[in-house]
């Protein structure tokens, strides 16, 4: 079983930046395919990024170029970096952990982008 405990969500205004952290319990963290998704209302949850244990990155067409994900293998920790922001990427941001198919998710933390 693994915990997942996101912080790092608020209010920030248009261009702005937030940085998202995702902290894991358990001592194989490094073997998990790490994740960020995002969910409006009215709509979908959609993958944002992800990241492998060896540091492959892929991201969402609507943030590549603004958003970063990292991860700190000795922290258990997975990061997203988010720049630029826009209205659009107001939604409820999950971490997810992976582990060939078993999935883990946390609680969520809201972003809202408004001026």
């Known amino acids: 079983q693994v915990q997942l405990v996101e912080s790092g969500g608020g209010l920030v205004q248009p261009g702005g930046s937030l940085r998202l952290s995702c902290a894991a319990s358990?001592?194989?963290?490094?073997?998990?395919?790490m994740g960020w998704y995002r969910q409006a209302p009215g709509k979908q949850r959609e993958l944002v990024a992800a990241?492998?244990?060896?540091?492959?990155?892929n991201y969402a067409d609507s943030v590549k170029g603004r958003f970063t994900i990292s991860r700190d293998n000795a922290k258990n920790t997975v990061y997203l970096q988010m720049n630029s922001l826009k209205p659009e990427d107001t939604a409820v941001y999950y971490c997810?952990?992976?582990?060939?198919?078993?999935?883990?998710w946390g609680q969520g933390t809201q972003v809202t982008v408004s001026s």
């Open positions: 358990g001592s194989i963290f490094s073997l998990y395919v």
């Open positions: 990241i492998t244990s060896g540091g492959s990155t």
């Open positions: 997810n952990a992976d582990l060939v198919g078993i999935h883990y």
